[in-house]
């Protein structure tokens, strides 16, 4: 059966960073990274890192500096505090790749999770794709406009209408990015929240993003 189980990394920057490891009963060389909103924590992937983990997905999701039970807190950080989140990025992707060499790693964010995302793909070229709920513009210094024209990696990028910042940074995005188009996918909700809270409105979600990430990886 599948397992998890917590773990402790230490970033390139010298922060001690909490995760959950999601280990399936039989790999299948692809892993997923989760990153969580701001003011959440690892736990909202929770279900989703089992339900991969049956498909033969190993998964990390970490508390990201100043959240959870990671070092820090985040309503002292400044913007360059936030953009060393990248740490975190890389230091949750080396864990995979340390415990399975060649595996290919994609990235699952949500808001400024999303973001961090982007920032972290475009920086190393090392990541296979991203799923990417509620990006935005820019959150808290973390700034995809200032490298969409780089970005080229599969994508699934989902956003609800009611949420107009996010909503309005993806139409924008949606046309700076460099993804080829049968490699990228938009999925407009209307009534759905922001990042991880479109679970709530359409449990559904989840099932979109594994099955896009079984055919994209």
């Not at 189980?5 to 060389?29: A, C, K, Q």
């Not at 400024?112 to 990006?135: R, T």
């Not at 970005?151 to 949606?174: G, H, R, T």
Request: aromatic share 12%; charged share 30%; proline share 3%.
């Amino acid at each position: 059966m599948p397992s998890a189980r917590d773990i402790y990394l230490t970033t390139e920057d010298d922060y001690e960073i909490r995760g959950t490891f999601y280990e399936p009963e039989s790999p299948d060389n692809k892993g997923v990274v989760f990153f969580h909103m701001l003011r959440k924590e690892r736990s909202v992937w929770g279900n989703m890192g089992n339900k991969l983990a049956k498909r033969g997905f190993a998964s990390v999701s970490v508390d990201l500096r100043g959240h959870g039970e990671s070092d820090g807190s985040w309503q002292g950080f400044s913007e360059d505090d936030f953009r060393n989140m990248i740490y975190d990025a890389q230091a949750a992707k080396g864990f995979l790749r340390d415990v399975y060499s060649g595996i290919k790693v994609s990235y699952v964010g949500a808001s400024i999770g999303a973001n961090l995302a982007v920032l972290d793909s475009c920086k190393n070229g090392d990541v296979d794709a991203c799923v990417l709920l509620s990006p935005g513009l820019d959150f808290h210094g973390l700034k995809v406009e200032d490298v969409a024209e780089d970005f080229s990696v599969p994508f699934f990028m989902i956003a609800s209408e009611n949420d107009y910042y996010s909503w309005s940074s993806c139409q924008k995005l949606d046309k700076c990015f460099c993804t080829p188009k049968d490699k990228r996918e938009f999925m407009r909700l209307e009534e759905a929240g922001h990042g991880t809270n479109i679970f709530e409105a359409d449990p559904n979600i989840q099932e979109e993003i594994i099955k896009w990430l079984e055919e994209n990886i």
